[in-house]
């Protein structure tokens, strides 16, 4: 098992453009969400898939939108970078059994907006 | 509002020097407490859950106790393998099982 994979591990984007990070696990989890990590704040939820079909906002979700592509693959766009989006992102899934199981990371992309 | 406070915010040991790392946390129910290690440049990688107050948990030199309002990470004779931040997060049970974290404690064991 590969666990949670993230591609690309590295990006620099100019203000304006645009990207996708890319997320897929193969634990047949249910439950998907993407974080950011920013110096003295902490991992920070962005938006969370219940389950497949389903999307919601999580803390810190102005400047990005998500796709929850089928059961492994969940995917997080910035549609015009800003150099408040430079953080490093990762993705997450959770297992199925009721509330308490733990999430497993992705590596996570380290990403710069100059 | 669910806030979880660690500290210190940065600790260093010498190898076998024992200490705690503190988690205090402020939730509306309490359905999950978890420790995370996080290495440089690597996505955080779990360690334990503990789910009511008196719960201990023990991996290697760790243990991970709870109480009503905080949660300790005990390292026994750390090594310098050990260096790393770790996170504590809770679950309160709301919609998506959503985590929310702690700013960690860097430790680092010098050898």
């Known amino acids: 098992n590969a666990g949670v994979t993230q591609t690309p591990k590295f990006q620099v984007l100019k203000t304006g453009q645009s990207m996708t990070l890319q997320c897929a696990q193969d634990m047949n989890h249910n439950s998907m969400y993407w974080y950011r990590q920013d110096p003295g704040m902490g991992l920070r939820l962005i938006y969370y898939?219940?389950?497949?079909?389903?999307?919601d906002k999580g803390e810190v979700p102005n400047g990005y939108n998500v796709s929850r592509l089928n059961k492994r693959e969940f995917s997080l766009r910035l549609e015009s970078a800003a150099p408040s989006q430079t953080s490093v992102y990762f993705c997450?899934?959770?297992?199925?059994?009721?509330?308490?199981?733990?999430?497993?990371f992705g590596p996570g992309t380290r990403l710069t907006v100059l | 509002e669910d806030q979880v406070t660690q500290s210190p915010e940065a600790l260093r040991l010498q190898e076998g020097e024992s200490s705690s790392l503190n988690c205090s946390y402020t939730?509306?129910?309490?359905?999950?407490l978890f420790w995370y290690r996080q290495d440089p440049g690597k996505g955080p990688e779990f360690l334990f859950t503990l789910y009511s107050a008196g719960e201990e948990k023990e991996k290697e030199r760790l243990k991970a106790t709870l109480t009503k309002k905080e949660s300790f990470l005990h390292i026994t004779a750390p090594k310098p393998e050990d260096s790393a931040t770790y996170l504590c997060?809770?679950?309160?049970?709301?919609?998506?099982?959503?985590?929310?974290f702690g700013e960690g404690t860097q430790l680092t064991v010098n050898p």
């Open positions: 997060a809770v679950n309160d049970g709301t919609s998506g099982s959503r985590l929310t």
């Open positions: 898939s219940a389950s497949e079909g389903t999307t």
């Open positions: 997450a899934s959770r297992g199925n059994s009721g509330t308490m199981n733990e999430q497993f």
């Open positions: 939730v509306s129910g309490l359905r999950g």
